[in-house]
Structure formats: C-alpha cells, structure tokens
C-alpha cells in the first residue's frame, strides 16, 4: 500500500484544486476533509461554526483526519486549521508524504474572495491584517510538519500539481530505501 499524498497549508493555497487534479493523474481516490465533514455533520462549514461552535468543528475535523489518515493509496486536502492539532500531525505525518501548498497574502485574498463560507475570515474588521497574523502563527505548525513546500503565488494549477508530484515521488522514493536499509 502506497503512503497518502496529502496537501496542507493555509486558506486559499489551492490544496483541494490541486489536490483533485493530483489524484486523477495518480489514479487514486481523492478524500477531502472538510467536505467529508460538511458530508457527514449534515450541514456547510459557516453553519456549524455558528450553531456548534470552533470546537465541535475541531472535533469532527479530528475524526475524520484519523479516519482518512488511517487509510493508504489516497490524495487528501485537508481544511487550513488541521494541522494545528498535534494528534492530527502525528497521524497524518506516520501515513502520508506532506506537502505544504503556500500563497502570498494577495493570492490568498483573491482566492478566498467570498468570505462567508470561510468563518476563520467572516467576521473580522481588517481581513488582509488578520490573514497576515494568522498566517504567522500557522506557519511554524505547517512546516514542522511538511516534508515538501510548494507555493502557488501566480501559477498555473498544471505547473503547480507537476511540482508536487515531482515531490511525491522524490519523498516516496526516499522513504523506501530508508526501509530497505
Ligand atoms: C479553516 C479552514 C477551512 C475550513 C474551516 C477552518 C481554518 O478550510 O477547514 O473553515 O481554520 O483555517 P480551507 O483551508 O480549505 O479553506
């Protein structure tokens, strides 16, 4: 069984377009976290965040992170927030190769134009500031657990998803002659 690609990184770095695109050249399923997790608590994103709270979404987050996790053979994007949590470091990181998508400021405001549906961004004064401040506490948690970096700042998703197979196959092949020796 193949270890998981699975792409983590900020809002709007572009982890489940190109993480779709990835999966259909590598002939493997492609699971998404949070729309596994929309799938399953029955209602979007903003809804649960606003009748459950963060930390409900947190919890089902984890879940179903192990759960995808514990699986082999697939690609998955997983929702910005997740690798926060280090139960979901560690079970990502012994399953998978993980590849860090990262975007500057801009592209990511491009990107994730139509905030209601993120509520990490819905309801703060200065959107760009607020961006530029999380993105700073998260980095440190993304990099420790990355084993690649790929940033998508003003590239075309081809150039993008070539890169992060490039990588795929570099790591992969790096960790088996790891087990055989
Ligand atoms: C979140 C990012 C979102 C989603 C939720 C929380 C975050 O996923 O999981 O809104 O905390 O950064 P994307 O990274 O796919 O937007």
């Not at 709270?53 to 927030?81: L, N, P």
């Not at 993304?142 to 570099?170: C, F, G, K, N």
Request: contains cysteine; proline residues 4%.
């Amino acid at each position: 069984m193949a270890k998981n690609l699975v792409l983590i990184g900020f809002m709007g770095t572009g982890k489940s377009t190109a993480g779709r695109q990835c999966a259909r050249i590598l002939d493997r399923p492609f699971l998404d976290t949070d729309a596994l997790l929309v799938e399953r608590a029955g209602k979007p994103i903003p809804q649960i965040f606003a009748e459950d709270g963060e930390a409900a979404f947190r919890d089902w987050e984890r879940r179903i992170v192990a759960e995808v996790a514990s699986q082999g053979d697939k690609v998955i994007s997983t929702g910005g927030g997740a690798m926060l949590n280090p139960d979901n470091a560690r079970v990502i990181r012994a399953s998978s190769c993980v590849v860090l998508l990262t975007a500057k400021t801009f592209a990511i405001m491009r990107r994730v134009g139509d905030r209601r549906n993120r509520p990490m961004l819905a309801n703060v004064s200065d959107p760009y500031s607020h961006v530029v401040e999380l993105g700073a506490k998260r980095s440190p948690f993304y990099e420790l657990s990355a084993d690649a970096l790929v940033d998508t700042t003003d590239r075309p998703v081809d150039e993008v998803v070539q890169e992060i197979l490039a990588w795929y196959e570099q790591i992969t092949a790096r960790q088996a002659h790891h087990e055989e020796v």
